[in-house]
Antibody
Framework: QVQLVQSGAEVLTPGASVKISCKAS????????IHWVRQAPGQRLEWMGW????????SYSQTLQGRVSITRDTSASTAYMELSSLDSEDMAVYYC????????????WGQGTLVTVSS | QSALTQPASVSGSPGQSITIYCTGT?????????VSWYQQHPGSAPKLLIY???YRPSGVSHRFSGSKSGNTASLTISGLQAEDEADYYC??????????FGTGTKVTAL
């Protein structure tokens, strides 16, 4: 069965960077893109970016451009999302999601990773 | 990229039908048939309900249906049930080859 398992919760100070992993299983990793979505407490879903797992091409939200980087390790079937220069507005649950096929149809999601930013 | 516009809340009596609208622009909703809808219960990850405007993934109830007209997409829930109480989000591909979610709608069964 398809599963996306994310790394655990993080507590960081303002200005630091965070790198979250998303390990995929149950399907051919390179056949589907991986997207990252975050949700601040009580707020809406926010799309962050995606990576085409087959060739590594990426696209990012204009709002986060320059601070976010998505990579993948095909040998480990794992995608990574790194966000730099953290501040309080980056406190959120971060999700990875598999795209079924082109069009933003995110059919499987990770369990979410809570990132807390506090001095 | 601004968020797609959804009503903050929609309510209905059990058994009724309700519709949630998602308004964008010709650069997103109106320009592509890549609109999807997600249901999210508190404390849980979102669940895909509709993709490519009208398609339902296997396992999703037939009570959920999607459509689009111009720059506005819609999700209809027929035969509203208590278990449908959740937050709902639309999502669209954009001309920048990015994606954007809607502002979210809280559905309440009265």
């Amino acid at each position: 069965q398809v599963q996306l398992v994310q790394s655990g919760a993080e507590v960081l100070t303002p200005g630091a960077s965070v790198k979250i992993s998303c390990k995929a299983s149950g399907y051919t990793f390179t056949s589907h893109s991986i997207h990252w979505v975050r949700q601040a407490p009580g707020q809406r879903l926010e799309w962050m970016g995606w990576i085409i797992a087959g060739n590594g091409l990426t696209s990012y939200s204009q709002t986060l451009q320059g601070r976010v980087s998505i990579t993948r390790d095909t040998s480990a079937s794992t995608a990574y999302m790194e966000l730099s220069s953290l501040d309080s507005e980056d406190m959120a649950v971060y999700y990875c999601a598999r795209e079924l096929n082109e069009g933003g149809n995110f059919d499987f999601w990770g369990q979410g990773t809570l990132v807390t930013v506090s001095s | 990229q601004s968020a797609l516009t959804q009503p903050a809340s929609v309510s209905g009596s059990p058994g009724q039908s309700i519709t949630i609208y998602c308004t964008g622009t010709s650069s997103d909703v109106g320009g592509y048939d890549y609109v999807s809808w997600y249901q999210q219960h508190p404390g849980s990850a979102p669940k895909l309900l509709i993709y490519d405007v009208t398609y339902r993934p296997s396992g999703v109830s037939h009570r959920f249906s999607g459509s689009k007209s111009g720059n506005t997409a819609s999700l209809t829930i027929s035969g509203l049930q208590a278990e449908d109480e959740a937050d709902y989000y639309c999502n669209s591909f954009t001309s920048s080859r990015t994606y954007v979610f809607g502002t979210g709608t809280k559905v309440t069964a009265l």
